[in-house]
């Protein structure tokens, strides 16, 4: 099960499961209230044969002066109590009481009894709301896999003529030599690459090989690739310190190119591109149209321009949220964009 279908998944489970969970308390906090007064209306019913026969020995009985006292009601003051009329008496009734303990030993015995039939019916809650969930959810996930199914074999599709594109271009070029105009066709070709290894990263589970590596010089890598496909913008490479980690270079790789591509690709003409590496950080600075709403950027398919798919930073929150890496993003419009990933978890001090 992928990352969005468990997070599907959890959140219609909690809110399904809540709900019924809400509405069972206030069913057994009703019954409760149900059950302690037919208890006190038998115990009431009790006391009135009890009045006639003095025979029940889980009452006390006194006499005390009428003093307005109410007849025939039943009172709930440290103990239950009830007054009765004594025939022939006109200064006296007669007092039945209930004792406290006892009365709240009866009251813990229905709590208590309340309680196991609450557990039991959770459970079982649980278990419906369970597969309720699953069941919902599921032609959500048919209709998830049948989408990765056609972009995985558009993908695959996609191999064949790239792959006769760059045969036919290194032909080309052995036969007439370096041509700008072929250079620029690999620089796409390059792009298109970039592309897929995007869509191939967002379908597919990540890698989790590890190793030893320096950020600072991959960067300088990926930057050198990016610049050539935009020839045109000025790149900065500034390197204050080195920046050592483990980690899995391919999904750094990947992190890069996504940053770099659009810092570049949402530049200003002539703009600049500038990656600094620092003993914790790298960031990567533009001069470029900048982003009207930083805190969607991340999100799944949104973005601000007519062109890509809106996947790039969000695959890229993907990947760094795997790695460990901390991701923030500012930006103003018409000024630029500074993206900086935080390696302090994963870095490796060089004495």
Do not use: W
């Not at 009765?84 to 006109?90: G, H, L, R, V, W």
């Not at 990540?206 to 300088?220: H, I, M, R, Y």
């Amino acid at each position: 099960m992928k990352r969005y279908e468990r997070e599907s998944l959890t959140k219609n489970f909690l809110v399904f499961f809540s709900l019924l969970e809400v509405l069972l308390i206030l069913l057994f906090f009703e019954l409760y209230h149900t059950q302690k007064r037919e208890y006190k209306q038998n115990l009431f019913k009790t006391m009135h044969v009890c009045n006639y026969t003095m025979k029940c020995p889980q009452f006390t009985y006194l006499f005390t002066p009428k003093d307005k006292k109410k007849l025939n009601e039943l009172f709930d003051d440290h103990g239950l109590y009830s007054f009765f009329p004594i025939p022939n008496s006109e200064k006296f009734y007669i007092k039945l009481s209930y004792p406290e303990t006892r009365y709240q030993r009866d009251l813990h015995n229905i709590l208590q009894h309340l309680l196991i039939k609450f557990i039991l019916a959770s459970m079982l809650l649980f278990v419906l709301a369970l597969f309720f969930t699953f069941y919902s959810l599921n032609p959500i996930r048919k209709a998830l896999h049948i989408n990765d199914e056609f972009v995985k074999d558009i993908l695959h599709d996609f191999n064949t003529p790239i792959t006769s594109i760059i045969l036919n271009m290194k032909m080309f070029q052995e036969e007439h030599g370096d041509d700008p105009y072929l250079q620029k066709m690999s620089h796409g070709i390059d792009n298109i690459l970039l592309l897929q290894n995007n869509l191939k990263s967002f379908l597919h589970h990540s890698p989790s090989e590890n190793k030893e590596f320096n950020v600072a010089q991959l960067a300088k890598t990926r930057l050198s690739f990016i610049e050539n496909i935009y020839p045109k913008l000025h790149f900065v490479y500034e390197k204050n310190n080195e920046l050592v980690i483990t980690a899995n270079e391919e999904l750094l790789t990947r992190i890069l190119d996504n940053l770099i591509s659009n810092a570049a690709k949402y530049n200003k003409p002539n703009g600049e591109v500038k990656l600094i590496v620092t003993k914790h950080t790298l960031s990567i600075q533009d001069t470029g149209k900048g982003i009207h709403d930083v805190q969607k950027v991340l999100d799944r398919y949104y973005k601000e321009q007519e062109r890509g798919l809106g996947l790039g930073l969000h695959i890229v929150q993907k990947l760094t949220h795997s790695l460990h890496i901390d991701l923030t993003i500012k930006s103003k419009v018409k000024q630029g964009t500074t993206v900086t990933l935080d390696f302090s978890s994963i870095v490796k001090e060089i004495k």
